[in-house]
Protein backbone atom coordinates (compact mmCIF):
# COMPACT_ATOMS: atom_id res chain seq x y z
CA UNK A 1 0.00 0.00 0.00
CA UNK A 2 1.39 3.58 -0.75
CA UNK A 3 -1.17 4.73 2.05
CA UNK A 4 -0.72 4.45 5.64
CA UNK A 5 -3.31 1.67 7.06
CA UNK A 6 -5.08 3.39 10.11
CA UNK A 7 -7.55 2.43 12.35
CA UNK A 8 -10.74 4.46 13.32
CA UNK A 9 -14.14 4.63 15.40
CA UNK A 10 -16.75 7.27 14.29
CA UNK A 11 -18.65 8.60 17.57
CA UNK A 12 -22.09 10.52 18.00
CA UNK A 13 -25.08 11.38 16.13
CA UNK A 14 -25.90 14.46 14.62
CA UNK A 15 -22.55 16.00 15.77
CA UNK A 16 -19.99 13.42 15.13
CA UNK A 17 -16.33 12.91 15.37
CA UNK A 18 -14.14 10.65 14.04
CA UNK A 19 -10.84 9.03 15.92
CA UNK A 20 -7.98 7.92 14.72
CA UNK A 21 -5.54 5.51 15.52
CA UNK A 22 -2.00 5.54 14.58
CA UNK A 23 0.58 3.17 14.88
CA UNK A 24 4.52 4.08 15.49
CA UNK A 25 5.13 6.34 12.16
CA UNK A 26 1.91 6.38 10.17
CA UNK A 27 0.18 9.35 9.82
CA UNK A 28 -3.67 11.29 8.68
CA UNK A 29 -3.98 14.56 6.63
CA UNK A 30 -7.05 17.28 7.59
CA UNK A 31 -8.61 20.29 6.50
CA UNK A 32 -7.67 22.93 8.38
CA UNK A 33 -9.61 23.59 11.10
CA UNK A 34 -10.85 20.03 11.38
CA UNK A 35 -8.66 19.51 14.16
CA UNK A 36 -10.16 18.16 18.11
CA UNK A 37 -8.14 16.56 19.89
CA UNK A 38 -4.77 14.32 19.81
CA UNK A 39 -2.72 11.84 22.57
CA UNK A 40 0.60 13.15 23.77
CA UNK A 41 3.34 12.33 21.31
CA UNK A 42 1.54 12.84 18.28
CA UNK A 43 3.94 15.65 16.04
CA UNK A 44 1.39 18.38 14.25
CA UNK A 45 2.60 19.40 11.19
CA UNK A 46 1.62 21.88 7.94
CA UNK A 47 2.41 21.30 4.81
CA UNK A 48 1.86 22.28 1.00
CA UNK A 49 -0.47 20.00 -1.00
CA UNK A 50 -1.73 16.93 0.54
CA UNK A 51 1.79 15.24 1.01
CA UNK A 52 1.12 12.36 -1.27
CA UNK A 53 3.63 10.92 -4.00
CA UNK A 54 2.37 13.33 -6.93
CA UNK A 55 3.45 16.01 -4.94
CA UNK A 56 7.16 15.47 -4.09
CA UNK A 57 9.68 18.05 -5.52
CA UNK A 58 9.14 21.86 -4.96
CA UNK A 59 7.33 22.53 -8.12
CA UNK A 60 4.72 19.35 -7.07
CA UNK A 61 4.13 21.30 -3.27
CA UNK A 62 3.11 24.46 -4.93
CA UNK A 63 0.71 22.92 -8.00
CA UNK A 64 -0.95 20.54 -4.89
CA UNK A 65 -1.60 23.82 -3.16
CA UNK A 66 -2.91 25.59 -6.56
CA UNK A 67 -5.39 23.14 -6.64
CA UNK A 68 -6.72 23.55 -3.31
CA UNK A 69 -7.35 27.40 -3.63
CA UNK A 70 -9.50 25.94 -7.22
CA UNK A 71 -11.89 24.09 -4.69
CA UNK A 72 -11.96 27.27 -2.44
CA UNK A 73 -10.14 25.39 0.27
CA UNK A 74 -6.79 26.84 1.92
CA UNK A 75 -3.79 26.72 1.23
CA UNK A 76 -2.70 24.24 3.26
CA UNK A 77 -3.57 21.07 4.85
CA UNK A 78 -2.39 19.72 8.50
CA UNK A 79 -0.40 16.56 9.05
CA UNK A 80 -0.34 14.46 12.12
CA UNK A 81 2.40 11.87 12.60
CA UNK A 82 2.95 9.06 15.92
CA UNK A 83 6.56 9.61 16.27
CA UNK A 84 6.55 7.42 19.51
CA UNK A 85 6.41 3.33 20.41
CA UNK A 86 2.59 2.92 20.89
CA UNK A 87 -0.65 3.37 19.44
CA UNK A 88 -1.85 6.97 19.78
CA UNK A 89 -5.14 8.49 18.58
CA UNK A 90 -6.06 12.02 16.71
CA UNK A 91 -9.59 12.85 16.43
CA UNK A 92 -11.26 14.76 14.15
CA UNK A 93 -14.69 16.87 14.03
CA UNK A 94 -17.45 17.41 11.12
CA UNK A 95 -17.70 21.23 10.83
CA UNK A 96 -21.91 21.11 10.96
CA UNK A 97 -24.80 18.82 12.15
CA UNK A 98 -24.11 15.69 9.73
CA UNK A 99 -22.89 12.29 9.53
CA UNK A 100 -18.83 11.91 8.57
CA UNK A 101 -18.90 8.95 5.92
CA UNK A 102 -15.65 6.75 5.90
CA UNK A 103 -14.78 6.12 1.63
CA UNK A 104 -11.97 2.92 1.81
CA UNK A 105 -10.82 3.74 -1.73
CA UNK A 106 -9.81 0.38 -2.31
CA UNK A 107 -13.67 -0.42 -2.79
CA UNK A 108 -14.02 2.19 -5.55
CA UNK A 109 -11.00 1.59 -7.45
CA UNK A 110 -8.83 3.78 -6.22
CA UNK A 111 -11.08 6.93 -6.95
CA UNK A 112 -14.04 9.15 -5.63
CA UNK A 113 -15.32 12.34 -6.52
CA UNK A 114 -17.26 14.57 -3.98
CA UNK A 115 -18.24 17.93 -3.79
CA UNK A 116 -16.15 20.90 -3.06
CA UNK A 117 -16.35 21.34 0.92
CA UNK A 118 -16.48 17.33 1.65
CA UNK A 119 -13.17 16.35 2.63
CA UNK A 120 -12.51 15.88 6.18
CA UNK A 121 -9.12 13.85 6.21
CA UNK A 122 -7.74 10.88 5.32
CA UNK A 123 -4.76 9.09 5.60
CA UNK A 124 -1.16 9.92 4.99
CA UNK A 125 -0.73 8.89 0.79
CA UNK A 126 -3.97 9.82 -0.09
CA UNK A 127 -4.00 11.98 -3.06
CA UNK A 128 -6.77 14.70 -2.22
CA UNK A 129 -7.28 16.46 -6.25
CA UNK A 130 -9.56 18.34 -8.43
CA UNK A 131 -12.44 17.07 -10.72
CA UNK A 132 -12.80 19.13 -14.01
CA UNK A 133 -16.32 18.88 -15.81
CA UNK A 134 -15.85 18.50 -19.12
CA UNK A 135 -19.35 19.34 -19.88
CA UNK A 136 -20.74 23.06 -19.98
CA UNK A 137 -24.24 22.63 -18.99
CA UNK A 138 -22.82 20.70 -15.72
CA UNK A 139 -20.43 23.03 -14.97
CA UNK A 140 -22.54 25.91 -15.15
CA UNK A 141 -26.06 24.61 -13.81
CA UNK A 142 -24.82 21.48 -11.37
CA UNK A 143 -24.70 23.18 -8.79
CA UNK A 144 -21.28 21.98 -7.43
CA UNK A 145 -19.89 24.04 -10.88
CA UNK A 146 -16.66 23.35 -12.76
CA UNK A 147 -14.85 22.06 -10.23
CA UNK A 148 -14.89 18.96 -7.74
CA UNK A 149 -12.25 17.46 -5.26
CA UNK A 150 -11.21 13.86 -6.30
CA UNK A 151 -9.75 11.76 -3.73
CA UNK A 152 -7.51 8.82 -5.41
CA UNK A 153 -5.51 6.14 -3.78
CA UNK A 154 -5.71 3.20 -1.52
CA UNK A 155 -6.18 3.80 2.16
CA UNK A 156 -8.99 5.47 4.01
CA UNK A 157 -10.66 9.08 3.62
CA UNK A 158 -13.53 10.43 5.48
CA UNK A 159 -16.09 12.72 3.66
CA UNK A 160 -18.38 14.58 6.13
CA UNK A 161 -22.34 15.61 5.18
CA UNK A 162 -25.63 17.16 6.16
CA UNK A 163 -28.15 16.02 7.63
CA UNK A 164 -29.04 12.17 6.94
CA UNK A 165 -26.99 10.34 4.39
CA UNK A 166 -28.24 7.74 1.86
CA UNK A 167 -25.64 5.40 -0.26
CA UNK A 168 -27.14 4.11 -3.68
CA UNK A 169 -26.09 1.35 -5.69
CA UNK A 170 -26.26 1.70 -9.21
CA UNK A 171 -26.13 -0.88 -11.86
CA UNK A 172 -24.66 -0.60 -15.08
CA UNK A 173 -27.51 1.92 -16.79
CA UNK A 174 -29.01 2.29 -14.01
CA UNK A 175 -30.43 6.30 -13.68
CA UNK A 176 -30.83 8.13 -10.21
CA UNK A 177 -32.11 11.84 -10.16
CA UNK A 178 -30.76 13.81 -7.38
CA UNK A 179 -31.01 17.70 -6.44
CA UNK A 180 -28.16 18.88 -7.43
CA UNK A 181 -27.01 20.49 -4.07
CA UNK A 182 -27.88 16.99 -2.41
CA UNK A 183 -24.91 14.82 -3.77
CA UNK A 184 -22.01 14.07 -1.31
CA UNK A 185 -19.78 11.94 -4.21
CA UNK A 186 -20.14 8.78 -6.37
CA UNK A 187 -17.75 6.34 -7.07
CA UNK A 188 -15.32 5.62 -10.19
CA UNK A 189 -17.82 4.97 -13.21
CA UNK A 190 -20.45 6.61 -11.97
CA UNK A 191 -21.70 9.34 -14.89
CA UNK A 192 -22.63 12.73 -13.62
CA UNK A 193 -24.77 14.95 -16.15
CA UNK A 194 -27.96 17.20 -15.56
CA UNK A 195 -31.22 18.02 -16.89
CA UNK A 196 -33.95 20.47 -17.37
CA UNK A 197 -36.62 19.68 -15.10
CA UNK A 198 -39.17 20.46 -17.81
CA UNK A 199 -42.74 22.47 -17.33
CA UNK A 200 -43.12 25.93 -17.15
CA UNK A 201 -44.93 25.56 -13.61
CA UNK A 202 -41.95 23.62 -11.97
CA UNK A 203 -39.98 26.14 -13.43
CA UNK A 204 -41.66 29.12 -12.21
CA UNK A 205 -43.23 27.79 -9.04
CA UNK A 206 -41.43 24.03 -8.23
CA UNK A 207 -38.96 25.98 -5.69
CA UNK A 208 -36.76 23.27 -6.30
CA UNK A 209 -34.44 25.02 -8.81
CA UNK A 210 -34.04 24.18 -12.74
CA UNK A 211 -32.23 20.93 -12.71
CA UNK A 212 -31.76 17.51 -11.61
CA UNK A 213 -28.55 16.32 -11.10
CA UNK A 214 -28.90 12.81 -13.60
CA UNK A 215 -26.55 9.91 -12.21
CA UNK A 216 -25.94 6.62 -14.29
CA UNK A 217 -24.06 3.71 -12.89
CA UNK A 218 -22.39 1.68 -12.37
CA UNK A 219 -21.16 2.76 -9.43
CA UNK A 220 -22.07 4.06 -5.86
CA UNK A 221 -23.30 7.31 -4.96
CA UNK A 222 -24.03 8.94 -1.57
CA UNK A 223 -26.27 11.98 -1.12
CA UNK A 224 -27.08 14.10 2.05
CA UNK A 225 -30.45 14.94 2.94
CA UNK A 226 -29.80 18.53 4.47
CA UNK A 227 -26.81 20.44 2.49
CA UNK A 228 -25.25 23.21 4.16
CA UNK A 229 -25.90 26.02 1.40
CA UNK A 230 -30.21 24.92 2.66
CA UNK A 231 -29.34 25.47 6.23
CA UNK A 232 -27.34 28.33 6.44
CA UNK A 233 -29.92 30.01 3.55
CA UNK A 234 -32.97 29.00 5.77
CA UNK A 235 -31.01 30.79 8.84
CA UNK A 236 -30.36 33.86 7.16
CA UNK A 237 -33.67 33.91 6.26
CA UNK A 238 -35.03 34.05 10.00
CA UNK A 239 -32.30 36.11 11.12
CA UNK A 240 -32.71 40.14 12.07
CA UNK A 241 -31.86 42.01 8.93
CA UNK A 242 -30.83 45.92 9.26
CA UNK A 243 -30.24 46.00 13.33
CA UNK A 244 -34.27 45.27 13.53
CA UNK A 245 -35.79 42.89 15.38
CA UNK A 246 -35.66 39.11 14.79
CA UNK A 247 -37.75 37.72 12.21
CA UNK A 248 -39.50 34.69 14.28
CA UNK A 249 -43.04 32.99 14.53
CA UNK A 250 -45.07 35.17 16.28
CA UNK A 251 -46.96 35.63 13.05
CA UNK A 252 -49.74 38.72 13.09
CA UNK A 253 -49.56 38.49 16.87
CA UNK A 254 -45.76 40.36 16.75
CA UNK A 255 -44.43 40.63 20.11
CA UNK A 256 -46.93 38.96 21.90
CA UNK A 257 -46.70 35.78 19.65
CA UNK A 258 -43.25 35.75 20.42
CA UNK A 259 -43.73 36.12 24.05
CA UNK A 260 -45.92 33.26 23.82
CA UNK A 261 -43.90 31.28 21.92
CA UNK A 262 -41.13 31.70 24.56
CA UNK A 263 -38.73 33.97 22.95
CA UNK A 264 -38.20 36.84 24.88
CA UNK A 265 -36.12 38.80 22.70
CA UNK A 266 -38.15 41.85 21.84
Given at each position: ???????????????????????????????????????????????????????????GKIFGAGKRLLTGESLFMTAFY???????????????????????????????????????????????????????????????????????????????????????????GEKLKIDTGCIIGFSKGVNYDI???????NTIFGGEGLFFANLTGPGVVYI???????????????????????????????????????????
Amino acid sequence: MTAHEIDYTIYGEEMQYVEIELDPQEGVIAEAGSFMMMDDGIKMDTIFGDGSQKDQGFMGKIFGAGKRLLTGESLFMTAFYNEVIGKKKVSFASPYPGKIIPIDLTEYGGKFVCQKDAFLCAAKGVSVGIEFSRKLGRGLFGGEGFIMQKLEGDGMAFVHAGGTTARKELKLGEKLKIDTGCIIGFSKGVNYDIEFVGGIKNTIFGGEGLFFANLTGPGVVYIQSLPFSRLANRVLALAPRGGGKSRGEGSILGGLGDLLDGDNNF
